[in-house]
């Protein structure tokens, strides 16, 4: 019988359901980034709103898209954790809901597991990965570096010190007039500047393991532009800003992929996730240094790269085959780390 998940720890309002074998029978994604727009960056209080507006139409279209009831379900899964809690609470209160109601089980899905799963979907065109690889999760919340060992086996190789790599690309993009979400925009103004007009820093450039870090970066951007003659910034300096920012952040991701590879050297591949896996620069440099060590970089389709129901669904039909289920009193976690599990 067919799965529904359920995704809304952020600013997407997700649903989804999956055949039992991760055949993909519905697929809805709403996102909420225009209702965020206007205060430069995700609202707590609106993004749990505009989910508990959005979730209960969205799951029944997705039950009339796959043809099915929710008590022809297998199971209802949500994303308990990470995340903001007023999103968690209303996607896991619906879920718990409506498997009561129905009479089916339900699963409580970390999204970083989630996420870390994906590439293990038996419809990507790479074909499934096997266990072990390299995880590399890139988005606007998060940057760690993971060793995935197993369904529920996740090693930390490395996270972010400070920022997360999407949200430094934010920062950046904020500084220099661009609007919001800031990483597209900056990708696009960075294709026009030249990377190498301004020296700027690579923290943790050959350090030891895996760890990232970013604030130093934007701290560097931020007093060149406080340095910047007063009045418009010119379009070509900002342009060698972004550039130069973009190769910088590439840089600092292709060293820290290099030092993951060495401590995961049975990794059958590297997969990249997150929505600044989108990033061409980024995703051509990390194809490289993988290449470099005889591995693959697959990169799931971007509307699976970001937030999204599938992978939900898929992370419990990976649980339903091990036998797990979550008590109905299963807590949301706003922090859920993978290595806790
Ligand atoms: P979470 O960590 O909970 O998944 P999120 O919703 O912020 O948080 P995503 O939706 O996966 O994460 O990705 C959004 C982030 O990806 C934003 O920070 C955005 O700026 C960044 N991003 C998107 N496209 C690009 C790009 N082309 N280049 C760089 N960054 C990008
Ligand atoms: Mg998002
Ligand atoms: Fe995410």
Redesign the pocket.
Same mark, same amino acid.
């Given at each position: 019988a067919p799965i529904l998940g359920i995704e809304s720890?952020?600013? $997407?309002t997700a649903a989804a359901i999956l055949a039992p074998d991760g055949q993909i029978l519905a697929e809805l994604v709403l996102s909420q980034i225009a209702d965020h727009a206007a205060f430069g960056g995700v609202v707590p209080e609106i993004a749990a709103r505009a989910h508990l507006t959005a979730l209960d139409a969205m799951v029944k279209d997705a039950l009339r898209q796959a043809g099915v009831g929710f008590a022809d379900l297998a199971a209802i899964a949500a994303t308990a954790g990470p995340?903001l809690i007023g999103g968690l609470l209303v996607g896991t209160g619906y879920a718990k809901g409506a498997a009561l109601a129905a009479g089916v089980p339900y699963l409580a899905i970390n999204?970083l597991e989630a996420h870390a799963l994906t590439a293990r979907l038996p419809s990507l065109a790479a074909g499934p990965v096997e266990f072990p690889y390299l995880l590399l999760l890139l988005?606007? &919340?998060?940057s760690q570096c993971l060793a995935v060992e197993g369904v529920g086996k996740y090693r930390l190789l490395g996270a972010t010190l400070d920022d997360?790599v &999407? $949200?430094a690309?934010?920062k950046t993009a904020k500084l220099l007039g661009l609007p919001y979400? &800031?990483?597209?925009a900056?990708?696009a103004l960075a294709r026009e500047g030249n990377a190498k007009a301004l020296p700027l820093p690579r923290p943790l450039l050959h350090r030891e393991g895996c760890d990232f870090s970013f604030s130093g970066l934007k701290t560097a951007i931020a007093q060149l532009l406080a340095a910047e003659p007063s009045g418009a910034l010119p379009r070509a300096r900002a342009a060698d800003i972004a550039a130069s920012f973009q190769a910088s952040v590439t840089d600092i991701l292709g060293d820290r992929l290099n030092h993951a590879l060495a401590m995961l050297p049975a990794a059958n591949a590297v997969i990249v996730a997150? &929505?600044?896996a989108?990033?061409q620069a980024?995703r051509a440099r990390l194809s490289e240094v993988a290449g470099e060590a005889g591995k693959l970089l697959i990169a799931p389709p971007l509307r699976l790269?970001?937030?999204n129901a599938v992978m939900v669904a898929w992370a419990a039909i990976e649980h339903l085959r091990q036998g797990d289920l979550s008590a109905f009193n299963a807590p949301c976690k706003p922090r859920w780390p993978l290595d806790s599990l």
């Open positions: 720890s952020c600013d $997407e995340g999204h988005s606007g &919340g998060h997360a &999407g $949200e690309f934010d979400p &800031g990483g597209p900056l990708e997150g &929505g600044v989108a990033n980024i790269c970001t937030d």
